[in-house]
Each structure stands twice: as structure tokens, then as C-alpha cells.
């Protein structure tokens, strides 16, 4: 969590703002609908995948995100389980058992993904 900044734009500037700029409405409609795709993804990820393959592909997206295979995990497994629809027991199970494969090293906040074949393997499995 972190404190952020909002803005508030008014109705009648952001109509007036579309009309005058029309590239800037493609902008907003082009973002809204990834938006869209990836929030019809998350739904249908926790919807019908199981557990151990969301928790693999939030992984190797944090690692994405990190831009390497060692990162801080930024989030709690009680944070991880909210965001995979889960308990956080599921989480620290699923995570026991990649360390125990030999997927994932997990040492305080830092995670590294050890195998990421075998991660990209469980990302892919079907429940």
C-alpha cells in the first residue's frame, strides 16, 4: 500500500476535451479495453484454474515486473491470497511445496525462481 494522488476532471471538460482531441478518446478507449481483457483474464483465471498454476503465473509476472528471476516479494501470502481468491494457508502450502521441488528459494521477502521451466509448467497445468 502506498498514498497516492487523485485527480477529478469534470464531465463537460472530458466531453469537451474527446471532441476537440479525438486521438486522445483511441488512447483512453484502447486502454480501457486492455483493461477490460485483462480483468475478463483475472476472472476467468480464478473462475476455472486452480490455485498452484494462478500462484505460478503471479509469480513469474512479479518476476516481469522485477525485470529478473530474484526479487522482493512485495506482498504478504495473506496479500497473495486475496489477489488468487484463496486462503492464505493455500498460498504457504503452494509455496512450500515449489521450494521443495527445487522451483522457487524463499528467504525472508526475497524470492527467486530456481526453475522457471518448472514454474512456467505449473502456470500451464490444467486443474
Known amino acids: ?20 482531441h479525438p486521438d486522445i478518446t483511441l488512447k483512453i478507449l484502447a486502454k480501457v479495453g486492455a483493461r477490460l481483457r485483462h480483468l475478463v483474464a483475472t476472472i476467468e483465471s480464478i473462475t476455472f484454474g486452480s490455485v498452484t498454476a494462478r500462484l505460478a503465473r503471479l509469480l513469474i509476472d512479479m518476476s516481469r515486473e522485477a525485470g529478473r528471476d530474484e526479487f522482493p516479494l512485495p506482498v504478504t501470502h495473506q496479500e497473495l491470497a486475496a489477489r488468487l481468491g484463496t486462503v492464505r494457508e493455500v498460498v504457504s502450502r503452494n509455496l512450500m511445496r ?16 530456481l526453475d522457471r521451466t518448472g514454474l512456467e509448467r505449473e502456470a500451464a497445468a490444467e486443474p
Open 1 to 20: 500500500m502506498s498514498n497516492v494522488v487523485t485527480y477529478f476532471i469534470n464531465k463537460d471538460d472530458f466531453y469537451r476535451l474527446c471532441r476537440t
Open 98 to 113: 515449489f521450494r521443495a521441488e527445487g522451483i522457487v528459494r524463499l528467504e525472508e521477502h526475497q524470492l527467486a525462481i
